[in-house]
């Protein structure tokens, strides 16, 4: 070989080992929506990841080595979410971090098994995840059984009697719809209206006179924030006065920015948003220091999520995937920011976190 | 020369068949051998690329060829999607069977949508075909049989001789295979008697009916064969990621796949392949970019469309 | 709720959706009538109308409050200013192509409308904005029918804003140059018109009628959204379409037309909210195959 062959053979093994990413990095996948109609909590999500990876990386990392970030779009989009998640296989991350539309979530549990990389779910929680669930994904975010306790017991507690539920069909929202009729009925009160409405429509005129039609005790809005924002206000604005409810899809505080006046009163079945975390202070500062911007619901939950899966691989000893997936299985009382997490045989939250918020003078607030 | 560009003179290199023959072996030489050094994230790339040039050769055929403007081309791809995973996820059909019902489907579709509506002048016409789009996408998302607004997932990888498809090589070569066989249906189909007489349709609709072509069949063979290549298509991405959903399917679709077909240069069959690459490779390349890439996109076209109509690829000189 | 009520209520909720819908359709119809063309960009204008409108509103705030005063100066401002829009776009985009083929025009108002949408998009981010206003909620109580002054408001304000259009289009000399140019434009070249300043001067009461409803949406829906101009768009292509493209009492009857067909078509059982656009989209391609000239429009001899 020539010195001229032997550089250029150096330089390529070096672009190539450059493309590859220096070996001693710990790759860990992001996904998140970070486009659509669920970018702002997507990217409340991947900033709280992206501190708390900072935080790790700065006491030493993990193992004795840096974690990297890739991230992955899925847009709350089920195929999105699938084109993301197969980019980020072929990154050959050993974790995954993330999942907030669990639409877009599900089909992803499979490619993520497949390929055996543990995946730390931090706000998708529909049920429809539990069975779909191969064994390497786990979920931080009390899961739709939970919710609908929280939901029905609100409801009873306020003396309601006829029921009207709506959904968007989509993977979540169609979920929490369905077990919280299930549910309400099976306790022998009704449902007088279950109605889906498109994502993106504005004008929800017709439905809105529907649901008036049946004169429901309560309105619950199972769906996400941008469209459940205009559905309470038509409401509002074509008379109706009584309970209007949402799910933890809709907690953040654009509903209300969007809502306006109308929103006041409106209740929200979450998990508890960073306010009302005793433990998030110092998360909430360091967010704001760092972002400009306070955090939005989901972004304890992921910043717990990252901390989750970098002690697993400590506690595993080595990035080998198998091994992190058992020791994510074995936490037990794992001090989150957002409370102590263990995992039950199916891999979901052993204590639900489930709060009631309500929302007062443009902000949530702890229902007492 | 005067007033000859790099391109001119490649193209009258490129005029005698044989040194045509030439380049098309070596580039599908090139492109067969790229998974070798390629990395996933390439390969993936390249996958989508040539999938694209497959939905750019059929919509060709019908903008570029007939000049029939359709607004809802992803309908057709939609179909053929939607019927692959139906039948396998739901009814556990073995995915090379579903392909020849998925076809049929969308060769119905484009009956459908063509049938009525080839009576009509341009403009409606591009708008009855985005109103099609539309409400297949918003069937699709409507029906429980199709999944609702989560679509369909789980659909099985196929298998070939034993062989299950599952990693990014496999559907490389697989869509490189159905691009390169999408080229030559387009090229043999140019130089038909069909082919000709979609450019007379194009040119002087009038004209050529005095001239005794039925314009109405015509059109309707381009839509059909148009909504085939669509559901090819459609077939291979739904068994490729395992999962659709209407978002997939949406006007802005539509357009990207026209996009493709006017950037290149509409009608000619390397023009659309090019289009199709900078489609996909563009967004890869300035990553950066982001949420400006669809901005960036309108600009060009416009630009396309104001400065340089026929496209990137040169014009061939018209043979008289 | 009585079939009475309902039959009323829905009666005002296709009102007020007509009104948003025959503002936009009767920018299309002008322009389809003087130059043949369909915008496709047109429903971008009226989604920019409203961010624009937006914009003025939260500037003027401060001094003229977020009810009524200021939603008028924040709504005439933006119909200035996307009427003026709409008039760059077509010495930019449209004047340039009106002897190239027909398809090269309709793909540049496609391209066109993608940078609109996609510019908007850029600036949001994608993300909805709230369009919030100091209005209330008050309203007519009749029973169990429920019409809020805003309601009523933005529905007076439409109509004041289509019987203006019709005056200037019957009483004035502009007016009377419009509807010759879309009779015959060489003839009115003959006769000394200046057909360019009449085309950009339709392009630009067309472009702020759609402002106009930009604007009012927002209001109403207190959101603004990058993608809001597509569906509106087809929507308000169809209700041309319905009175007859080409004519402007028609796009005013069908735009109300499809409001109230809309409001009414959700009342029929299995047709729920989420097929309200496959029943606009179906009515659209009936329209087009059977009477593609509409309620009023004439028919015309096939000039391709």
Redesign the interface.
């Known amino acids: 070989m020539t010195k001229i062959q032997a550089i250029a053979v150096g330089a390529l093994a070096g672009l190539l080992m450059l493309g590859q990413g220096w070996a001693a990095d710990v790759k860990i996948g992001i996904m998140v929506p970070t486009t659509g109609s669920e970018a702002t909590a997507g990217k409340d999500m991947e900033n709280a990841i992206k501190l708390a990876v900072d935080e790790i990386n700065k006491s030493g990392g993990v193992l004795g080595k840096n974690i990297i970030t890739i991230t992955g779009d899925d847009g709350c989009d089920p195929q999105m979410a699938t084109a993301a998640a197969s980019k980020l296989v072929s990154n050959d991350v050993v974790g995954v971090v993330g999942g907030y539309c669990s639409g877009a979530t599900l089909p992803t549990l499979k490619i993520y098994g497949d390929a055996g990389i543990p995946f730390v779910v931090a706000a998708a929680n529909s049920t429809k995840l539990i069975d779909a669930n191969p064994g390497t994904a786990f979920q931080i975010n009390s899961t739709g059984f939970d919710q609908v306790n929280s939901a029905v017991a609100l409801f009873k507690a306020k003396g309601v009697k006829k029921l009207a539920i709506v959904h968007q069909g989509d993977g979540y929202s169609e979920d929490l719809a369905r077990l919280t009729r299930d549910k309400w009925t099976g306790m022998g009160n009704q449902v007088v209206a279950y109605a889906v409405v498109n994502k993106g429509e504005q004008d929800q005129s017709s439905l809105v006179t529907q649901i008036k039609s049946k004169a429901p005790d309560a309105v619950f809005w199972t769906a996400y924030y941008s469209d459940g924002a205009l559905l309470i206000k038509q409401l509002r604005q074509a008379g109706y006065h009584k309970l209007i409810a949402v799910g933890d899809g809709s907690n953040s505080p654009k509903l209300l920015e969007i809502a306006g006046k109308a929103a006041e009163g409106v209740y929200c079945f979450s998990n508890p948003t960073a306010d009302y975390l005793p433990a998030a202070g110092d998360f909430v500062k360091n967010y704001k220091a760092r972002y400009h911007q306070a955090p939005d619901a989901y972004g304890p939950l992921a910043y717990d999520g990252m901390k989750l899966m970098a002690d697993a691989i400590s506690r595993a000893g080595s990035t080998d995937k198998a091994a992190i997936v058992k020791a994510l299985k074995e936490t037990k009382n794992f001090n989150g920011i957002t409370g102590a997490i263990s995992f039950t045989d199916k891999n979901t939250l052993a204590k639900s976190n489930f709060v009631v918020l309500v929302a007062r003078g443009g902000k949530w607030m702890l229902n007492k | 020369m005067a007033g000859s560009s790099p391109l001119t003179s490649v193209s009258d290199w490129l005029r005698p068949q044989q040194n045509r023959m030439i380049v098309l072996m070596g580039l599908a030489g090139v492109a067969m051998l790229i998974p070798l050094v390629a990395n996933n994230y390439v390969l993936e790339v390249l996958t989508n690329a040539w999938f694209y040039a497959i939905l750019c050769l059929g919509l060709n055929i019908v903008v570029g060829y007939a000049g029939l403007l359709d607004l809802g081309y992803a309908a057709f791809f939609a179909v053929g999607a939607y019927t692959t995973g139906i039948l396998t996820s739901k009814f556990g059909v073995n995915f090379w069977l579903t392909i020849p019902v998925a076809v049929s489907c969308s060769m119905l579709a484009g009956l459908i949508i063509g049938g009525p509506t080839l009576r009509l002048r341009s403009d409606y016409l591009a708008i009855v075909t985005l109103g099609f789009g539309e409400i297949v996408r918003i069937i699709a998302r409507n029906l429980e049989i199709t999944g609702g607004a989560s679509g369909l997932i789980g659909i099985d990888r196929p298998s070939i001789f034993g062989l299950e498809l599952s990693r990014g090589i496999h559907f490389y070569y697989v869509f490189l295979l159905l691009a390169i066989l999408a080229c030559f249906i387009s090229y043999r189909l140019q130089n038909s008697r069909l082919g000709r007489a979609w450019q007379y349709v194009r040119e002087d609709e009038d004209a050529a009916e005095a001239m005794g072509i039925g314009r109405v069949a015509v059109k309707l063979y381009a839509y059909v064969i148009g909504a085939m290549f669509g559901g090819v298509a459609g077939c291979f991405f739904a068994a490729k990621m395992t999962a659709i959903s209407p978002e997939t399917f949406t006007f802005s679709q539509s357009v990207l796949i026209l996009l493709g077909v006017v950037l290149g240069g509409m009608g000619k069959i390397p023009g659309v392949i090019i289009g199709a690459f900078a489609l996909v490779l563009f967004p890869e390349v300035f990553r950066g970019l982001g949420s400006m890439r669809m901005l960036i996109f309108g600009i060009v076209m416009l630009v396309i469309m104001l400065y340089r109509p026929e496209g990137i690829w040169p014009q061939k000189q018209r043979e008289v | 709720?009585s079939t009475s009520?309902?039959i009323l209520?829905?009666l005002a909720?296709g009102l007020?959706?007509g009104s948003f819908y025959a503002l936009v359709a009767l920018g299309y119809t002008m322009v389809y009538g003087i130059i043949?063309?369909?915008n496709f960009a047109h429903g971008d204008l009226y989604m920019v109308g409203g961010f624009v409108g937006f914009l003025v509103l939260s500037l003027v705030s401060g001094l003229m409050g977020s009810s009524w005063a200021g939603i008028l100066c924040s709504m005439v401002f933006s119909m200035l200013a996307v009427g003026l829009l709409g008039v760059i776009i077509q010495r930019i985009?449209y004047v340039?192509?009106l002897q190239?083929p027909?398809?090269?025009i309709?793909?540049?108002a496609?391209?066109?409308?993608?940078?609109l949408s996609?510019?908007v998009?850029?600036i949001t981010?994608?993300?909805?904005l709230?369009f919030?206003t100091d209005l209330?909620?008050e309203?007519l109580?009749l029973g169990?029918v429920?019409i809020?002054y805003?309601?009523l408001v933005l529905v007076v304000s439409a109509a004041l804003l289509m019987i203006i259009l019709y005056l200037f289009v019957h009483k004035t000399l502009y007016g009377k140059a419009m509807r010759a140019i879309a009779i015959d434009q060489d003839a009115c070249r003959l006769m000394g018109i200046n057909v360019n300043r009449i085309i950009a001067l339709t392009f630009f009461i067309g472009s702020s009628l759609a402002a106009a409803a930009g604007v009012m949406?927002g209001v109403y829906?207190?959101?603004l959204?990058f993608?809001?101009g597509?569906v509106i768009g087809?929507k308000a292509?169809t209700a041309a379409v319905i009175g007859g493209i080409g004519s402007i009492p028609g796009a005013m009857l069908g735009g109300l037309v499809l409001g109230l067909l809309?409001?009414f078509g959700?009342?029929i059982p299995f047709v729920?909210?989420?097929?309200?656009?496959?029943f606009s989209?179906?009515l659209?391609?009936l329209l087009?195959?059977f009477k593609?000239t509409g309620l009023l429009g004439k028919t015309e001899i096939?000039r391709?």
Request: charge should be negative; proline fraction near 3%.
């Open positions: 709720m009520d309902i209520q829905q909720n007020i959706l043949k063309l369909l985009a340039p192509m190239a027909r398809l090269s309709l793909i540049t496609l391209a066109v409308s993608m940078v996609n510019g998009m850029a981010d994608g993300e909805y709230a919030n209330g909620y309203g109580d169990n429920f809020s805003t309601q949406a829906y207190g959101s959204h993608f809001m597509f087809l292509f809309e409001a959700t009342q729920g909210s989420e097929w309200k656009d496959v989209f179906g659209l391609i087009l195959i593609p096939e391709m």
